[in-house]
């Protein structure tokens, strides 16, 4: 029988807790966006940058390395001439993009109350 483990429970409010680096990678502006890409399926490289309207290549090529490099996705080396990769999602990065399709329903369906209050806020607090 294991001893009983001493660990704290995990507490994202604490800055040392590795649950806030999970966070901190999930929070970027292009993961919630290329995680449900790559949930419809396999992409190229070519195919994700023109579904991810606004990004560039330099942007997504970076964030896939780190969704790579922490396991959330997977790449494929096509081996062709010219060289040509393929992106998908491995079962970790399935499993958050369950979040992730909520999280994306939230804001399709609530943009038009946050715009609304935004401008609300800026007509009641001009610039100085």
């Given at each position: 029988?294991?001893?009983?483990?001493?660990?704290?429970?995990?507490?994202?409010?604490?800055?040392?807790?590795?649950?806030?680096?999970?966070?901190?990678?999930?929070?970027?502006?292009?993961?919630?966006?290329?995680?449900?890409?790559?949930?419809?399926?396999?992409?190229?490289?070519?195919?994700?940058?023109?579904?991810?309207?606004?990004?560039?290549?330099k942007?997504?090529?970076?964030?896939?390395?780190?969704?790579?490099?922490?396991?959330?996705?997977?790449?494929?080396?096509?081996?062709?001439?010219?060289?040509?990769?393929?992106?998908?999602?491995?079962?970790?990065?399935?499993?958050?993009?369950?979040?992730?399709?909520?999280?994306?329903?939230?804001?399709?369906?609530?943009?038009?109350?946050?715009?609304?209050?935004?401008?609300?806020h800026?007509?009641?607090?001009p610039?100085h």
């Open positions: 029988m294991a001893p009983p483990s001493h660990r704290a429970p995990a507490d994202v409010f604490d800055a040392a807790c590795p649950s806030r680096r999970a966070l901190e990678l999930i929070s970027g502006k292009w993961v919630p966006l290329i995680l449900p890409a790559l949930a419809q399926g396999p992409l190229r490289n070519g195919e994700l940058l023109r579904r991810l309207d606004g990004i560039s290549q942007i997504m090529t970076q964030t896939l390395r780190e969704l790579e490099r922490h396991g959330l996705v997977r790449r494929e080396d096509l081996h062709t001439v010219p060289p040509h990769v393929r992106y998908h999602l491995t079962e970790l990065g399935r499993s958050l993009n369950v979040a992730l399709v909520a999280l994306d329903r939230w804001a399709e369906q609530h943009h038009a109350q946050l715009d609304a209050a935004a401008r609300r800026d007509a009641a607090h610039p």
